[in-house]
């Protein structure tokens, strides 16, 4: 009888979980999509609670029916119920990814620790929106860096060291400074963009003052591979809008992306070791 309840609990709360999981990433596609056109709207007519969801085309209000995360993607199959536009395959993505992150997260510390799991999948909504703004918009909002950084230091506090995280923030802070300004000195070329560089500094209490070099290196490495697929990415933007001439190989690179990956790699290692 013992049994049969605990695999009751433990299926009720693996489906409550991912259904939460699904509605996050409802979430999320909100913050990405309205994040960055906050900085482009006039008198704080976007924000991420106003006005209500619409599509992006034909501007109509999207019921509740078709708010349902991934369930009515597919029974639209991948359209607008009013203008029949395809929706942006980048909705379901997020849906799913967080779908899988929270199922993931519950395997592995839900049982044990509730309040690492809360952590961990706050660290990865947080991780995947700023990659995602980072990649299509080339900016990361300082909003989601202070979000990100006060998680750290919450996490910093009840599972690292955060003296030492502390100290590290202050040594890695002068080292990035150092680079800076011995970028504008001697070097016209820029090598991190300040936004990079405000992310690498806000993910040193979620990695640890010692472990933070770890990050940098996995980062470098992972960033040429995103330069891969980032090339790829605007030349099929480009050509399908026939603006071949003017694609530019030399262009800046988003590298947010490879620090989220980086980070989420080396927090794991650490938390599993």
Same mark, same amino acid.
């Not at 976007?46 to 349902?68: L, Y």
């Given at each position: 009888?013992?049994?049969v309840?605990?695999?009751? +609990?433990f299926?009720?709360?693996?489906? =409550?979980?991912? !259904?939460?999981?699904?509605?996050?990433?409802?979430?999320?596609?909100?913050?990405? +999509?309205?994040?960055?056109?906050?900085?482009?709207?006039?008198?704080g007519?976007?924000?991420?609670?106003?006005? %209500?969801?619409?599509?992006? !085309?034909?501007?109509?209000s999207?019921?509740?029916?078709?708010?349902?995360?991934?369930?009515? +993607?597919?029974?639209?199959?991948?359209?607008?119920?009013?203008?029949?536009?395809? &929706?942006?395959?980048l909705? %379901?993505?997020?849906?799913?990814?967080?779908?899988?992150?929270?199922?993931?997260?519950?395997?592995?510390?839900?049982?044990?620790?509730?309040?690492?799991?809360?952590?961990?999948?706050?660290?990865?909504?947080? $991780?995947?929106?700023?990659? &995602?703004?980072?990649?299509?918009?080339? #900016? &990361? %909002?300082d909003?989601? =860096?202070?979000?990100?950084?006060?998680?750290?230091?919450?996490?910093?506090?009840?599972?690292?060291?955060?003296?030492?995280?502390?100290?590290?923030?202050? &040594?890695?802070?002068?080292?990035?400074?150092? /680079?800076?300004?011995?970028?504008? *000195?001697? *070097?016209d070329?820029?090598?991190?963009?300040?936004?990079? /560089?405000?992310?690498?500094?806000?993910?040193?209490?979620?990695?640890?003052?010692?472990?933070? @070099?770890?990050?940098? =290196?996995?980062? *470098?490495?992972?960033?040429?591979?995103?330069?891969? /697929?980032?090339? =790829?990415y605007?030349?099929?933007?480009?050509? *399908?809008?026939?603006?071949?001439?003017?694609?530019?190989?030399?262009?800046? #690179?988003?590298?947010? @992306?490879?620090?989220?990956?980086? $980070?989420?790699?080396?927090?794991?290692?650490?938390?599993?070791?």
């Amino acid at each position: 009888m013992t049994d049969v309840i605990v695999h009751f +609990y433990f299926w009720f709360d693996l489906i =409550l979980v991912s !259904v939460i999981g699904l509605c996050v990433g409802s979430f999320l596609n909100v913050v990405i +999509y309205r994040i960055p056109l906050s900085y482009t709207c006039h008198g704080g007519v976007m924000s991420v609670a106003f006005p %209500p969801s619409h599509c992006p !085309v034909c501007k109509h209000s999207i019921p509740a029916r078709d708010n349902i995360p991934l369930v009515s +993607y597919i029974l639209l199959k991948g359209r607008c119920r009013f203008c029949h536009e395809r &929706i942006n395959v980048l909705y %379901p993505v997020t849906e799913g990814a967080t779908f899988i992150a929270f199922i993931c997260f519950y395997m592995l510390f839900f049982n044990t620790d509730i309040v690492l799991f809360l952590l961990s999948v706050f660290l990865f909504c947080l $991780l995947y929106v700023i990659s &995602i703004i980072d990649f299509r918009y080339y #900016i &990361i %909002p300082d909003r989601l =860096l202070l979000v990100l950084f006060g998680g750290g230091v919450v996490y910093s506090y009840l599972y690292g060291n955060i003296i030492y995280d502390a100290l590290g923030l202050v &040594i890695y802070f002068l080292i990035f400074a150092i /680079i800076v300004f011995a970028c504008e *000195s001697f *070097s016209d070329k820029q090598i991190l963009g300040m936004g990079d /560089i405000k992310l690498y500094l806000s993910v040193v209490p979620w990695a640890g003052g010692l472990n933070f @070099p770890f990050v940098m =290196l996995i980062s *470098s490495i992972a960033g040429l591979f995103l330069a891969g /697929i980032w090339k =790829l990415y605007v030349k099929k933007i480009y050509v *399908s809008n026939e603006l071949t001439k003017d694609i530019d190989e030399n262009r800046f #690179i988003p590298f947010g @992306p490879a620090i989220a990956v980086a $980070l989420l790699i080396v927090y794991l290692a650490v938390l599993l070791r």
